[in-house]
């Protein structure tokens, strides 16, 4: 079977997946946010917690409950990086260093999972499954609880209550997310990913010397690392490493895991506000996207002119793994960066500048094709809601998103999430670029070191976790700045979420009519693919061009 063959037919596997997996999951999603009953282990988790199960939540206080709950996740986690040499399973392993932990602590709080340590070597086995695999569950919980509030403004009329966050955290993790993982983490040992409790041990090579290799619960953690789209690895080669991913199955499958939630939600918003057509829409124009981003990284790393050994091998081999090759590692590298997973299975600062710039750019995007678990769609969503004010301004009338009118305080929150990541991206990268300490820490000078720097405050404040490697980012400075750029890029978006969802739950629905904009139909995915490109070019074109498109036209 030849390259492209295999490579297509993977591509076609995937989205048959992903297509049967839409309506199922989806449904069983918006069963999970919508039903009155509550199972016998979730009343237990609220009566520890003292929560009210069937009391609703204003914004306000919904976003306490996020806040909160953030707050001490970051805290627990950070004492358990310093404290790990007393902790069972500790292998020996030292305290990670204060800024260190602080950076870790934020990125996995924060589903970012960015790491600048190497786990196999810094972790133990007990901080790798009650620290980080415990933060991949509920913070990709935290991200599908936001999205529910949001949704549950347009749905809801006359009141201030968004839903009940403790409620739809636990839920999300009791039904959805642990079976999930569950079930997968054994299709993963069937595949050959790793499961145990080894300590490290001496192989002796097929060239007679030696080398030290860790086991570890990586099934388990690997499962929910995708899913939740998280992407920390338990290896610093993460999905390139054997023990983590050792084969096509095992590849294809992992990419499966981290699309099939983020493609689904849309489901589960078209049958919370009781119209399937708008999560028609939602899940075309984020295909619509995904299929263009597979299509530029695969052809550039298939077709790549910036490189004549790379193109006379049949294309760019340099940090590919052999047994994934071009077209399973352009598949994943695409979805990985549109879905603030940021797991990779190849080196992306080996990729052409064009290929490793459409990752940039897929992260530039907000990550909403299909996105983050629930940030993707809340991301999408409020770029729907500036879509319908766009065309509300081309013909005169107030705009109307799901019988719900966009005034100037909701546009007000749509614009702020919409600056909000930028300004933090274009702050970071210009104060590393400004100083001369962290200049420094590019081992790459011109166009590409630039691309280095952009790419990981982008990665950062996007929660994305995936990095040029080039970088020497493990210094107190970057991993401060870093840290502090993941808790700001994820926390105040959502802010501006829930305000706007309190602020269209309080409204009445207006009537449909005749001059009302259909957003069911493909002018409007049209409309919304274009808004969706267009701000972010408007905003990151000029960064691009002195990075991967300078480095590019060389």
Same mark, same amino acid.
Do not use: C
């Given at each position: ?33 919508? %039903? ?52 069972? &399973? ?19 709080? =924060?589903?970012?999972?960015? *790491? ?42 006359? %009141? ?8 739809? &955290? ?24 790793? *499961? ?24 388990? *953690?690997?499962?929910?690392?995708? &899913?939740? =789209? ?37 489901? %589960? ?67 990985? =960066? ?119 405050? =982008? ?47 309080? *409204? ?19 409309? &919304? ?26």
């Amino acid at each position: 079977m030849t390259g492209a063959l295999a490579g297509w037919l993977q591509i076609l596997a995937l989205v048959a997946a992903l297509a049967l997996s839409y309506r199922p999951l989806g449904d069983h999603l918006a069963h999970t946010l919508t %039903t009155a009953r509550h199972l016998r282990a979730e009343r237990l988790v609220y009566r520890l917690g003292g929560v009210d199960g069937d009391a609703d939540q204003g914004w306000p206080a919904y976003l306490r409950g996020v806040l909160a709950f953030s707050a001490v996740s970051v805290l627990f986690l950070y004492g358990f990086l310093r404290l790990q040499n007393h902790l069972l &399973l500790s292998l020996g392993r030292q305290p990670m260093p204060a800024d260190q932990a602080f950076n870790t602590a934020a990125s996995f709080a =924060t589903n970012t999972n960015w *790491q600048s340590y190497s786990g196999e070597s810094t972790l133990g086995h007990l901080v790798q499954m009650a620290g980080l695999a415990v933060q991949n569950f509920v913070s990709a919980a935290v991200g599908i609880a936001v999205v529910a509030a949001l949704i549950r403004g347009f749905t809801r009329e006359r %009141t201030d209550q968004v839903g009940n966050f403790w409620v739809d &955290l636990t839920r999300i993790v009791v039904r959805v997310l642990l079976p999930i993982a569950f079930v997968f983490a054994i299709v993963l040992v069937a595949g050959g990913v790793i *499961q145990n409790f080894h300590g490290v041990e001496s192989i002796r090579t097929v060239v007679g010397g030696h080398q030290n290799l860790i086991g570890g619960p990586v099934a388990s *953690q690997e499962a929910i690392k995708e &899913l939740g =789209t998280n992407g920390g690895g338990f290896y610093n080669a993460n999905s390139a490493h054997p023990f983590e991913n050792p084969n096509p199955f095992t590849n294809w499958l992992e990419i499966y895991l981290l699309l099939v939630i983020s493609f689904s939600l849309p489901r %589960t918003f078209g049958r919370m506000v009781g119209d399937h057509r708008q999560g028609y829409a939602i899940v075309t124009v984020m295909a619509v996207i995904w299929a263009a981003s597979v299509a530029v990284v695969t052809v550039n790393e298939l077709h790549s002119v910036s490189s004549r050994a790379g193109h006379a091998a049949g294309g760019m081999l340099e940090g590919k793994e052999q047994r994934f090759g071009i077209w399973a590692s352009a598949l994943f590298a695409a979805p990985t =960066t549109l879905t603030s997973t940021g797991a990779v299975n190849s080196a992306h600062d080996s990729y052409t500048p064009f290929g490793g710039g459409m990752t940039i750019f897929n992260m530039m995007l907000g990550e909403i094709a299909p996105g983050g678990t629930g940030s993707g769609l809340y991301g999408i969503l409020i770029l729907a809601i500036i879509a319908v004010f766009v065309a509300g301004l081309m013909v005169g009338r107030t705009p109307e998103y799901l019988g719900k009118k966009l005034g100037a305080r909701e546009m007000k929150f749509a614009s702020l999430y919409i600056l909000t990541t930028p300004a933090i991206v274009l702050v970071g990268a210009g104060l590393a670029m400004a100083l001369p300490g962290q200049r420094a820490a590019m081992l790459n000078h011109g166009p590409h070191g630039f691309s280095e720097v952009l790419y990981a405050f =982008t990665s950062a404040a996007n929660n994305n976790g995936s990095a040029f490697a080039g970088l020497g980012a493990n210094t107190a400075w970057y991993n401060t700045a870093l840290g502090l750029v993941m808790l700001l890029g994820r926390y105040l978006p959502m802010v501006f979420v829930l305000a706007l969802a309190g602020s269209l739950a309080r *409204q009445q629905p207006v009537p449909v009519t005749a001059g009302t904009l259909p957003t069911h139909r493909p002018q409007f995915v049209g409309l &919304l693919t274009g808004v969706v490109l267009i701000v972010v070019g408007l905003t990151y074109f000029p960064a691009l061009s002195l990075g991967p498109l300078a480095e590019g036209l060389q």
